[in-house]
C-alpha cells in the first residue's frame, strides 16, 4: 500500500519536473511574439482618460483570458482531428493583422489632417460621460480584444508546437501555463506603462523638496509617458506586419522559398505589407455593405 503511494508521488514529480522543463522551452519559443503582443496591446490600451485606464485594461485582460479559453481546447481538437486546419486559421488570423497595420499607415500619412481637425472632438467624447464617449471606448476595447485573439492563436499554437511530442497532459498544461503566462506577463507590464504619470506625480507630491532625486525621477515619468506611448504606436504598427509577415512565411510554403537571398525580417515586413494591402479594399467593401444593411 505504502510502496504504491510512494509509486504515485514518483509519477507526480516526474510529471512537474517534465512541464517544468517543457513550459521552459515553450516559454523561449513564444518569446518573440509576446514581445509584439506587448507592443501591440500597450498601443491599444492608450488613449483613455486617466480613471478609465485601469477597468479598460482589466476588460481587455477579462477578454484576453476568454480568449485563450475558447483558443485551447480548439487547438488541442484540431490538432488531433485536422491538422492543416491550425494553419488556415493562422493565414486568415494574419491577414487581419496585416490589415490593421497598413491601415494604421494609410491613416498616418493620408488621414493625418482629418485625425487632427477631429481629434479634440473625440477627446471631449471620451471624457464626457455621453453615449459617444462610452461608444468610442467600447469600439477601442473591441478591437483590443479582436486582435489579442489573433496573437492568442499564435501564441497557443507555437507552444503546442514545442510539446507535439509529449503526452496529451503535458501539452495541456504545458499550454496552459504558457497561455496564463503571457496574459498575465503582457498586460501586467502593460498596466505599468499606462501608469507611468501617476507614478510620476505621487513621486513629486511625496517629496517635500522643489529638487531632489524622487522630484526628477517623477518629472521623468511623466514627460517619457507621452514619448513611450508615441513610440509603442510605431512598435505596435511594426509589430502587426511582421507578426502577420511571419505567420505568411511559416505557413505558406510558396512564400517561405519566395526570397531565398531577402533578410528575414525584410521578407516578412513585404509579406506583412503586401498582405495588408491586399486586404484593404476588402475591408472596405465589408465595411460599406455592413453600413448600408445596418441603415436599412
Do not use: C
Not at 486617466?50 to 477579462?62: G, H
Not at 481546447?73 to 494574419?94: C, D, E, N, R, S
Not at 501586467?188 to 511625496?206: E, N, T
Not at 484593404?280 to 467593401?285: A, N, R, T, Y
Amino acid at each position: 500500500m505504502a510502496s504504491g503511494f510512494f509509486a504515485i508521488l514518483d509519477d507526480i514529480a516526474a510529471l512537474m519536473d517534465d512541464i517544468a522543463v517543457t513550459s521552459k522551452i515553450a516559454t523561449k519559443q513564444t518569446a518573440g511574439i509576446l514581445g509584439d503582443d506587448l507592443a501591440v496591446n500597450a498601443e491599444k490600451a492608450t488613449g483613455f482618460l486617466s480613471s478609465r485606464e485601469i477597468p479598460v485594461l482589466m476588460q481587455i485582460m477579462k477578454g484576453s483570458f476568454i480568449n485563450k479559453l475558447i483558443i485551447l481546447p480548439i487547438a488541442f481538437l484540431l490538432q488531433w482531428l485536422y491538422p492543416p486546419a491550425i494553419k488556415v486559421i493562422l493565414v486568415l488570423g494574419g491577414l487581419y493583422l496585416a490589415y490593421e497595420g497598413v491601415e494604421k499607415i494609410i491613416e498616418y500619412f493620408f488621414h493625418k489632417k482629418e485625425d487632427e481637425e477631429t481629434g479634440q472632438e473625440v477627446i471631449t467624447a471620451i471624457e464626457e460621460p455621453s453615449d459617444a464617449g462610452e461608444n468610442e471606448e467600447k469600439a477601442k476595447i473591441k478591437s483590443a480584444i479582436t486582435t489579442d485573439f489573433i496573437l492568442s492563436i499564435e501564441i497557443v499554437i507555437i507552444a503546442l508546437g514545442t510539446v507535439l511530442n509529449q503526452s496529451l497532459a503535458i501539452q495541456i498544461i504545458t499550454v496552459s501555463i504558457v497561455a496564463i503566462l503571457a496574459t498575465v506577463g503582457v498586460y501586467g507590464i502593460v498596466a505599468l506603462i499606462v501608469r507611468m504619470d501617476d507614478a510620476g506625480y505621487k513621486l513629486i507630491r511625496k517629496s517635500k523638496k522643489e529638487k531632489g532625486f524622487l522630484v526628477s525621477l517623477g518629472t521623468f515619468l511623466v514627460k517619457a509617458l507621452p514619448w513611450v506611448i508615441k513610440g509603442l504606436g510605431v512598435i505596435g504598427t511594426v509589430a502587426l506586419i511582421l507578426v502577420a509577415g511571419g505567420i505568411f512565411d511559416h505557413n505558406i510554403d510558396y512564400l517561405h522559398h519566395l526570397l531565398p537571398n531577402v533578410p528575414s525580417m525584410a521578407k516578412q515586413a513585404i509579406y506583412g505589407i503586401m498582405g495588408g494591402l491586399l486586404m484593404v479594399p476588402f475591408f472596405i467593401l465589408f465595411k460599406k455593405i455592413f453600413s448600408s444593411l445596418k441603415k436599412s
